[in-house]
């Protein structure tokens, strides 16, 4: 019998699902389960996050998100650990322009991460026609801005686009 080894080596993904909550209401926060997960096959597991501070900081750029500036356009929020790491960091995608009924034109792509990254989940946000906040910023903004909406999705592995309908 043929081995299989070679076709999950290096592999990273998430064991569990890190059952990403609390993106919504008047809240700047988040919460995720304890979740295993392997980068490059090595076995690592998540702590628990209950109401905890969304991260503000892009982990791809080292600088503070860039977040949404102006109505009818939307990004995504790609969210995991680094190895070794315990609590959830964030990288931001790319800022697409939104059409009349607040879709994508063009759906907006996944940040580049660091090598020692495995992604959990990812949120979909949008500013759409009715926002008028100067800014938009995950983790300082309130989830329920005038005009946001987000969309979150538990993954194992980075899927080649967000699904963003």
Do not use: H
Not at 1 to 29: P, R, Y
Not at 77 to 92: E, R, S
Not at 120 to 144: C, D, E, Q, S
């Amino acid at each position: 019998m043929e081995s299989k080894v070679q076709d999950v080596a290096g592999i990273t993904l998430a064991l569990g699902n890190a059952t990403i909550t609390g993106i919504s209401g008047a809240a700047t926060t988040f919460s995720a389960a304890v979740t295993p997960y392997a980068i490059n096959g090595k076995a690592y597991t998540s702590t628990v996050q209950t109401t905890a501070a969304f991260p503000t900081a892009d982990i791809a750029t080292g600088l503070t998100l860039a977040g949404l500036q102006k109505a009818n356009t939307g990004t995504v929020l790609l969210v995991g650990v680094q190895a070794g790491a315990a609590v959830c960091v964030v990288a931001q995608g790319s800022i697409e322009a939104l059409d009349a009924g607040g879709n994508f034109i063009i759906p907006p792509k996944f940040p580049s991460v660091p090598d020692n990254f495995c992604p959990l989940g990812y949120i979909v946000v949008k500013a759409g026609a009715t926002f008028v906040a100067a800014t938009f910023l995950p983790g300082t903004t309130v989830w329920n801005t005038t005009g946001i909406t987000v969309a979150v999705q538990n993954i194992a592995a980075l899927p080649d686009n967000p699904q963003v309908a």
